[in-house]
């Protein structure tokens, strides 16, 4: 199982970010895929979650209306579009696979995740 997730950077505030998450070594087409990130001295927190099939999504009140979550199931890739992006967004973004309860599904198996920088 690997996950590589890319796409990070330095942004100003108000900015926008695309993050990809490519998947590999686990049935992804029948997956749930979610969205991670960790803050500087904080734990690592759900952003939002999409079902297998990309037609029902979640996502964390702190990112509601500024960020899309999306997959393509051809590509084992899971994306995040993140706009409007606000300091407080500032943290390392993880990907994983989850269970319909939104459990992780490889705890073990953490890629090492993508900068993102909100300053001015």
């Known amino acids: 199982v690997q996950f590589v997730e890319s796409g990070g950077g330095l942004v100003q505030p108000g900015g926008s970010l695309r993050l990809s998450c490519a998947a590999s070594g686990f049935t992804f087409s029948s997956s749930a895929m979610s969205w991670y990130r960790q803050a500087p001295g904080k734990g690592r927190r759900l952003v939002a979650t999409i079902f297998s099939a990309g037609n029902r999504t979640n996502y964390a009140d702190s990112v509601k209306g500024r960020f899309t979550i999306s997959r393509d199931n051809a590509k084992n890739t899971v994306y995040l579009q993140m706009n409007s992006l606000k300091p407080e967004d500032t943290a390392v973004y993880f990907c994983?696979?989850?269970?319909?309860?939104?459990?992780?599904?490889?705890?073990?198996?953490w890629g090492q995740g993508t900068q993102v920088t909100v300053s001015s």
């Open positions: 994983n696979a989850v269970t319909s309860a939104i459990a992780t599904i490889f705890p073990g198996y």
